[in-house]
């Protein structure tokens, strides 16, 4: 049977925001049909109706100091979330406009698939669930702070071949040129664990990263990543320790190896550490 947009909202939507910690029914965190300013139709100088120059967002997830932080458009679960792309988009900067501050995230979702728009900084991309408030206030944090990615931030004591180098500089030269996917080809005994070191520092220092999660496809290899890591970024902790089995929070590198369903299934199963930092990125 298909859900009406109301029964997608309720038994969907408002179930994965209680996930993350949204609570619907408290206009501290959510607002429902939030009321938004929007401009008359050309030539009308007035209103004609109680409704018109009024927007009704879906959702609006306010911050810790009560403004808006990120809108929701929902779709009944039978369209085709990108039908709200442009609606949500609409909603962000005619909520900026009446409220001044900062431009909220972006969402659409149809309750089974959802995206997630940082607007003016990186394209839309599908997402698994909502951000905790906490790490939405980080992405606005984020945001406002980070720092252009140039060349300063490279350093050359971690990795400093040439060609290290022009790999690092490409890579980061495309995340300010709002790029997400990268894929480096580097042979055996060239350095490619330092070069990926090399360009998570320069994220982090830069202040686009603060938590980083690096897959390997062997224990052998996570053993050697970890120590890697330590040796050259010895204040970031990292994840795990010896004997951890638990994914603990407060860690800024996590090293973990390929679940061997996502390996061999794509799409069967998220690796936990995977799931957890799913949120924990700017770009």
Same mark, same amino acid.
């Given at each position: !049977? ?5 029964? *997608?909202?309720?038994?969907?939507i ?10 619907v ?12 300013? $929007? ?12 409704y ?7 959702? /609006?997830?306010? =911050?810790? #100091?009560?403004?808006?932080?990120? /809108?929701i ?21 005619? %909520?900026?406009?009446? +409220?001044?501050?900062?431009?909220? &995230?972006? &969402? ?8 997630f ?13 909502f ?11 984020i ?12 350093? *050359? $004591?971690?990795? =400093? ?6 790999? %690092?500089r490409?890579?980061?030269?495309? %995340?300010?040129?709002?790029?997400? #996917?990268?894929?480096?080809? !580097?042979?055996t ?23 980083? +999660?690096?897959? /390997?496809?062997?224990? @052998? +290899? ?30 800024? /590198?996590?090293v973990?190896?390929?679940?061997? #369903?996502?390996?061999?299934? $794509? =799409? ?6 995977? @799931?957890f930092l ?6």
């Open positions: !049977m298909t859900k009406s947009e109301a029964q *997608t909202r309720s038994e969907l408002d179930q994965q925001l209680a996930l993350s910690g949204w609570n029914k408290d206009p501290t965190q959510v607002v429902e049909e939030f009321d938004i300013l $929007s401009s008359l139709p050309e030539g009308v100088a007035e209103p004609r109706t109680p018109e120059g009024h927007q009704f967002s879906d959702y /609006v997830l306010l =911050g810790k #100091d009560r403004k808006p932080l990120a /809108v458009e929902a779709k009944k679960s039978s369209r085709d979330a990108a039908i709200g792309r442009e609606q949500a988009k609409q909603y962000c900067y005619n %909520i900026q406009k009446q +409220l001044g501050g900062e431009l909220p &995230f972006c &969402f659409y979702t149809n309750g089974h698939e959802t995206y728009w940082d607007l003016e900084n990186a394209p839309p991309r599908k997402v698994v669930g951000p905790t408030r906490d790490d939405l206030e980080r992405f606005a944090y945001r406002r702070n980070c720092k252009p990615l140039t060349q300063e931030f490279i350093n *050359t $004591s971690i990795a =400093g071949r040439d060609y290290q180098i022009r790999a %690092i490409s890579v980061l030269e495309g %995340i300010e040129q709002k790029k997400r #996917d990268f894929l480096l080809v !580097m042979a005994g060239t350095g490619k664990t330092r070069t990926c070191i090399t360009m998570i520092d320069a994220l982090m220092r830069a202040g686009h990263a603060e938590k980083v +999660l690096f897959l /390997v496809d062997r224990i @052998a +290899l996570r053993e050697q990543a970890l120590a890697a890591f330590k040796e050259h970024m010895p204040n970031e902790p990292r994840w795990p320790n010896v004997g951890e089995k638990l994914i603990a929070k407060d860690r800024r /590198v996590y973990a190896t390929l679940p061997h #369903d996502a390996q061999h299934h $794509s =799409g069967r199963g998220a690796a936990p550490v995977a @799931a799913r949120f924990h990125r700017r770009r």
